[in-house]
């Protein structure tokens, strides 16, 4: 089920992607648009066109999270590179990203209590 952006507060990984946390989860998420069809159920002409995240996983910590959203970036890079050489630099800045993206998030949010 896609939540409005009002429902929970995101913390954005980059504009397509972040996660929200309840008191049970980390919900990967990625930003989508509602459009007229909606997996062939009637969607209200009020919600057409209103941002939402769709959830895409959902995890125990903040690390497993992020891998997750990592493992998201990674099969979309496998699936769409046949070139060895472009995918090996390609996987090297998905790690690199990997590493900073986690520390980033521990500094910004060094008062949460992230359970690991």
Known sequence: MA??????????LNDDWG?????MNYTLCRRGVVGES???RETLPENIGKEVWRPQGYYSTLDDVIKGYFT???RQCLAE??????????L?????EYRNAVKA???KY???KWSN
């Open 72 to 74: 998201q970036l990674t």
């Open 81 to 90: 590179t046949k070139d060895d050489e472009y995918l090996n630099t390609a």
């Open 110 to 112: 060094a008062d949460v």
């Open 105 to 107: 998030v521990k500094e």
């Open 38 to 40: 909606n997996r062939g």
């Open 3 to 12: 939540r409005a952006m009002e429902e929970h507060a995101i913390i954005k």
């Open 92 to 96: 090297d800045r998905v790690m690199e």
């Open 19 to 23: 996660f929200w946390v309840d008191e």
